[in-house]
């Protein structure tokens, strides 16, 4: 099973940007699919983005054009970069790592955007 730790989260204003890190241990990580989900408080966990081992990026409407997944296999780190946040956008934002249907994820790494 992959370990996963996230990182880069904490408290921002509104406009303003964040890089979250998800750093996996094993060696599947090359040929593995990213995913960031994130939940905000009183609500259910929706999925954010995902990048495919091949390179291929997915965004969920609300983020598109604002928020990007990337990868360094060299490092078994994915990201997520957060720009112009929102504060809707404040949740626990987690990553993870895996082949589709099995997924490991990380414990979450909390992102507040304030007004």
């Known amino acids: 099973q992959v370990q996963l730790v996230e990182s880069g989260g904490g408290l921002v204003q509104a406009g303003g940007s964040l890089r979250l890190s998800c750093a996996a241990s094993?060696?599947?990580?090359?040929?593995?699919?990213i995913a960031w989900h994130r939940q905000a408080p009183g609500k259910q966990r929706e999925w954010v983005a995902t990048?495919?081992?091949?390179?291929?990026?997915m965004y969920a409407t609300s983020v598109k054009g604002r928020f990007t997944i990337s990868r360094d296999n060299a490092r078994n780190t994915g990201y997520l970069q957060l720009n112009s946040l929102k504060p809707e956008n404040t949740a626990v934002y987690y990553c993870?790592?895996?082949?589709?249907?099995?997924?490991?994820w990380g414990q979450g790494t909390q992102v507040t955007v304030s007004s």
């Open positions: 094993g060696s599947i990580f090359r040929s593995s699919v």
């Open positions: 993870g790592v895996g082949k589709t249907g099995n997924i490991s």
């Open positions: 990048l495919t081992s091949g390179g291929t990026t």
